[in-house]
C-alpha cells in the first residue's frame, strides 16, 4: 500500500517561496506519475503539475507555470513542488497524489497524501 506524506507548508509572505516535499515509504515512487494538486476554501481541488519518470512534467494550470516546478529525487523518493513568486490566491491545501499516468483530474489519482497548508499573506 502506497503512503504518501506531503510537508513543507507554511505561511509565507507574498513574493516568498516554498518547496513542499511528498514522500512515500515502502514504495518506490519512481514507479508511478505524482500530481501535485490544491484546494482553496469553497473551491474544487485543482491540479497544479504532474511529473512521470525523472523529468516528465506536465502543467495543468496556466496561473503557476513560470512559478512552480516539480522534480523527484528517486535517491530519497520524493517528489517535490517548487513555488516562487508566491501570491495570496495560492493559499490553499496542498495535496500530493499517485497513479499510474499523469491526469489533471482528481478522481483519477488512486493514492492521496493528507495534504499541507499553505497561506500566503502579509
Known amino acids: 500500500q502506497l503512503q504518501l506524506v506531503e510537508s513543507g507548508g507554511g505561511l509565507v509572505q507574498p513574493g516568498g517561496s516554498l518547496r513542499l516535499s511528498c514522500a512515500a515509504s515502502?514504495?518506490?515512487?519512481?514507479?508511478?506519475?505524482i500530481g501535485w494538486f490544491r484546494q482553496a476554501p469553497g473551491k474544487e481541488r485543482e491540479g497544479l503539475l504532474c511529473?512521470?519518470?525523472?523529468?516528465?512534467?506536465?502543467y495543468f494550470a496556466d496561473s503557476v507555470k513560470g512559478r512552480f516546478t516539480i522534480s523527484r529525487d528517486n535517491a530519497k523518493n520524493a517528489v517535490y513542488l517548487q513555488m516562487n513568486s508566491l501570491k495570496p490566491e495560492d493559499t490553499a491545501v496542498y495535496y500530493c497524489?499517485?497513479?499510474?499516468?499523469?491526469?489533471?483530474?482528481?478522481?483519477?489519482?488512486?493514492?492521496w497524501g493528507q495534504g499541507t497548508q499553505v497561506t500566503v499573506s502579509s
Open positions: 497524489a499517485a497513479q499510474s499516468r499523469c491526469s489533471q483530474w482528481p478522481d483519477e489519482y488512486t493514492y
Open positions: 515502502g514504495v518506490t515512487l519512481g514507479y508511478y506519475a
Open positions: 511529473i512521470v519518470g525523472s523529468d516528465g512534467s506536465t
